[in-house]
């Protein structure tokens, strides 16, 4: 009995933090700090949608377009040339050892390099 109790409130613990981390990440206020953190802490530059339609127009070629949608919707329809990664929309996905290695991989060392995730 007292071994079931520890269980249920380890789990209850656990969901209790996954929600937090769920509602934090779906705040758009929050999301778009952590998006500016982390670009900054990456050395990485953010433009607004404006100038990316600007530069775009201009040269397409220099930019390279990742797909982040799930593979069905990629599978679908997606914009000739662009690349694919499958990002769930999950708070997990965040601190995911894959997905950090398969945005590395894409990415590469070249951090004046244009990417549009979309």
């Not at 520890?6 to 929600?19: K, P, T």
């Not at 390279?64 to 990629?74: E, H, I, P, S, T």
């Amino acid at each position: 009995m007292k071994r079931m109790t520890y269980i249920s409130l380890m789990f209850f613990l656990f969901i209790s933090y996954a929600v937090q981390a769920q509602s934090e990440t779906q705040n758009p206020v929050n999301a778009l700090d952590k998006v500016v953190t982390e670009a900054k802490k990456g050395g990485y530059h953010l433009i607004s949608p404006g100038e990316l339609k600007n530069e775009y127009l201009k040269d397409s070629a220099a930019f390279l377009l990742v797909d982040v949608r799930q593979d069905w919707a990629y599978q679908m329809q997606h914009i000739k040339g662009s690349l694919h990664i499958d990002f769930a929309p999950t708070w997990w996905n965040q601190y995911s050892p894959v997905t950090r290695s398969e945005m590395k991989k894409l990415l590469g060392p070249d951090k004046g390099k244009k990417v549009v995730f979309y």
